[in-house]
């Protein structure tokens, strides 16, 4: 019944994306890209429906059950009714992918499918800040019926009282409609943004690079231990983690598809979603439209600032005016909010702690993602080697069409992650320790979308000699746009 | 080509070996078990415990010294199970959880907590009264 309950509210997404951007059934690009981002748009619009009906009319199933099936019945119509046509993604041109890089991704994919299942199989609740805060509260809201209120009792506080409540309310409506507290719906939904996020990431990079560079992101993302563990501790960053992707990934595709603004109302959805899951989310939100703006001014793009400002407003409106009810309606006062002016004062002015801040960030940036190298050094190398010589200028041509969004991630991402670490410094009583606990997972939280800015940025990939790639893949398959073509054979024949 | 097939190789490698790293660590976790129990270990103890109610507040006692990192991941934990009630980290409550890892109740402790036992559900909890005394 758990998993029933989740295929419904993954229907419901999945019409819904449908809805934004129709394409006929089958297997294609387009349908996994949809469907990767459904998990998400399903998992958003879920959660908020539950919020507002349990605070509008109680925890009744009676109600409950048939709001759900309401909003799956009005996605499911509008995304396999709708008569529109619209923008589709297909692959991008590129060599044949080697043989070496599908084992190689298919192994990532089987070693993180048998971690997942490891960890979650040893301890199913996941890691205490998974089930102290969001599972706590998912028990409140379902087993205290009309006084679901208590699950915000100031003799809570060290839970985190005042994080949205997506994630809760998710797990709350799976066990509600089941009827089972199963740790079964808190590990699917996991599993569900996991494999969501390598979705976004992929498809977006398929259609975008190619299916090459598209499989080299999605094995490092495999490969980055500490997402596919954070995925099993349940924790809420790798949720995060693909709403903040989704939304960069939605920019990209703006800047390929400038006609098209429904890619900016998605990211705006998305973004607010980001918003819904955890603090640092709005966080986000915010320097997402402060970037965007910057960022379309810089590339000399003024005349779509307003339309995409508002598109991106937009999309954000209906999560964060959810949001904004649960902290004026529900939620008690940040804690943020009890520190003495003073204390902050006299945190901001000690140089000490600035200092253990920048050293616990390098400390956490050289051992991210448990990779045996430092990932910084790879990636690093990664950029040398590929470097473009004077004679093949590509990269730079080849990124031009990404400026804007490029520019949008490189400051949106950089800018979530200092606000996050000023609010430490100023607010943290135990610095070190706080950076110790959670600086991994606020780089978690950032690195898929990460990884998506810096393969769009860089010189694309060419594993296997023209000469074999011409003989195995005949041209003119791709219905990508004539211009972009013609970038990616530039490419090819280098 | 060849520089770019050498960083991806590299790139897969590292990640698969960093991956299968992570993997031993967790299987060492699965295959040594830690003195520290699980969740659903954790909440098994309190299998015989009365179902809580909402607006039910008890109060919390453990046997853990207070500078022991468990000590307060077991009482995180004990509200944890026992939502929807309230578990306040005190022994002023008319009810009090005592969590406990000795064979039996520790009633030195009961004593400096004036508590009076009323029901050990054994598995190491127990409820108890406050002392009227």
New interface residues.
């Given amino acids: 019944m758990t998993l029933l309950c989740l295929a419904a509210i993954w229907l419901a997404g999945f019409g819904l994306v449908r809805w934004l951007f129709p394409r006929p059934r089958g297997w294609s690009l387009h349908n996994i890209w949809l469907f990767s981002l459904a998990v998400g748009t399903g998992a958003g619009v879920a959660s908020c429906v539950y919020f507002l009906a349990l605070l509008l009319a109680g925890p009744s199933v009676a109600i409950l059950a048939p709001a759900l099936v309401v909003v799956v019945a009005i996605a499911l119509g509008l995304g396999f009714l709708t008569k529109r046509t619209g923008t589709q993604l297909d692959w991008a041109a590129s060599p044949p992918v080697p043989r070496y890089l599908r084992i190689l991704f298919l192994a990532a994919a089987a070693l993180a499918l048998v971690m997942f299942l490891s960890a979650v199989l040893y301890n199913s609740h996941g890691e205490e800040g998974a089930w102290s805060i969001w599972n706590l509260r998912a028990r409140f809201l379902v087993r205290a019926g009309t006084f679901w209120r208590l699950a915000f009792s100031s003799d809570l506080n060290w839970s985190r009282l005042d994080y949205p409540l997506l994630l809760p309310s998710l797990v709350a409506l799976c066990w509600k409609l089941s009827r089972e507290e199963s740790t079964a719906a808190p590990v699917a939904i996991a599993f569900l943004y996991g494999i969501g996020t390598l979705g976004v990431l992929i498809s977006t990079l398929a259609a975008l690079r190619g299916k090459t560079m598209a499989m080299v992101a999605g094995m490092l993302l495999l490969g980055t231990a500490s997402f596919v563990a954070l995925t099993a501790a349940l924790y809420g960053d790798v949720p995060l983690s693909f709403y903040i992707l989704s939304a960069i990934a939605l920019l990209c595709l703006q800047d390929r598809h400038p006609e098209d603004l429904r890619f900016s109302a998605l990211a705006g959805l998305m973004a607010g979603f980001a918003a819904w899951t955890r603090n640092e989310g709005l966080v986000f939100a915010i320097a997402l439209l402060l970037a965007r703006t910057f960022a379309l001014f810089l590339v000399r793009q003024r005349l779509a600032i307003v339309p995409q400002f508002l598109r991106l407003l937009a999309g954000m409106a209906a999560p964060l005016a959810v949001l904004i009810t649960f902290k004026l309606r529900v939620a008690p006062p940040s804690e943020y909010l009890s520190v003495p002016r003073a204390v902050i004062l006299k945190n901001l002015t000690d140089v000490g702690r600035w200092i253990t801040m920048i050293q616990g960030l390098m400390l956490v940036l050289l051992n991210f993602g448990r990779f045996l190298i430092p990932i910084v050094l790879l990636l690093g190398l990664y950029l040398y080697l590929l470097r473009s010589r004077p004679s093949e200028n590509v990269a730079s041509s080849e990124s031009v069409s990404y400026r804007a969004a490029l520019t949008t991630a490189w400051i949106a991402l950089p800018v979530t992650l200092v606000v996050q670490m000023v609010l430490d410094v100023l607010y943290e009583p135990n610095l070190a320790l706080e950076i110790g606990t959670s600086g991994e997972r606020s780089l978690i939280q950032l690195w898929p979308a990460a990884l998506l800015a810096f393969f769009l940025a860089s010189r694309p990939l060419q594993l296997v000699a023209p000469e074999q790639d011409r003989k195995s893949k005949p041209a003119g398959k791709s219905t990508r746009p004539k211009s972009a073509k013609s970038r990616h054979s530039v490419a090819e024949t280098h | 080509?060849g520089?770019?097939?050498?960083?991806?190789?590299?790139?897969?490698?590292?990640?698969?070996?960093?991956?299968?790293?992570?993997?031993l660590d967790?299987?060492g976790?699965?295959a040594h078990r830690s003195p520290v129990l699980?969740?659903?270990e954790f909440e098994d103890r309190f299998v015989d415990f009365p179902k809580?109610e909402?607006?039910m507040?008890y109060g919390y006692v453990s046997d853990n010294a207070p500078n022991d990192p468990r000590s307060l991941?077991e009482y995180?934990?004990t509200?944890?199970v026992l939502?929807?009630a309230?578990?306040?980290d005190s022994a002023n409550e008319p009810l009090v959880v005592v969590n406990y890892h000795t064979k039996g109740l520790d009633l030195r402790m009961l004593r400096n907590n004036h508590l009076d036992p009323f029901h050990d559900f054994g598995n190491g909890v127990a409820l108890c009264r406050r002392s009227q005394r």
Avoid: N
């Fill in positions: 080509l520089r770019q097939k050498f960083v991806v190789l590299l790139l897969g490698a590292i990640a698969l070996a960093s991956s299968f790293w992570f993997l967790i299987v976790a699965v699980r969740v659903a809580p909402p607006h507040v991941w995180h934990l509200q944890y939502a929807p309230i578990i306040k």
